[in-house]
């Protein structure tokens, strides 16, 4: 069983930047691609960044630009960069493990992260 374990969130002043962080209790990037989410009260889960098996990374399209996923093999740590954050950022983000093949998907706890003046 793979254990995620976010953290980094806290409360920022527009403009400002956080890292989260989310390690995992073995090495399995080479067999998963991690993802970054978040969720506001109300809405639904909403995908952040993507950084796959093969370091290939994707955005979300109003995050782009301003965060960076990076991971950390000897670690076994994903990392999210988020920069010039905005009140609308604010949000629980989490991390997801996505097998490449068949296999279980594995969540995080998640951290607050609040941009507030």
């Known amino acids: 069983q793979v254990q995620l374990v976010e953290s980094g969130g806290g409360l920022v002043q527009p403009g400002g930047s956080l890292r989260l962080s989310c390690a995992a209790s073995?090495?399995?990037?080479?067999?998963?691609?991690m993802y970054w989410y978040r969720q506001t009260p109300g809405k639904p889960r909403e995908w952040v960044a993507v950084i796959a098996t093969t370091g290939g990374t994707n955005y979300k399209d109003d995050v782009r630009g301003r965060f960076t996923i990076s991971r950390e093999n000897a670690k076994n740590t994903v990392y999210l960069q988020m920069n010039s954050l905005k009140p609308e950022d604010t949000a629980v983000y989490s991390c997801?493990?996505?097998?490449?093949?068949?296999?279980?998907?594995?969540w995080g706890q998640g951290t607050q992260v609040t941009v507030s003046s």
């Open positions: 073995e090495s399995i990037f080479s067999n998963y691609h």
């Open positions: 997801r493990a996505e097998p490449t093949g068949l296999g279980v998907n594995y």
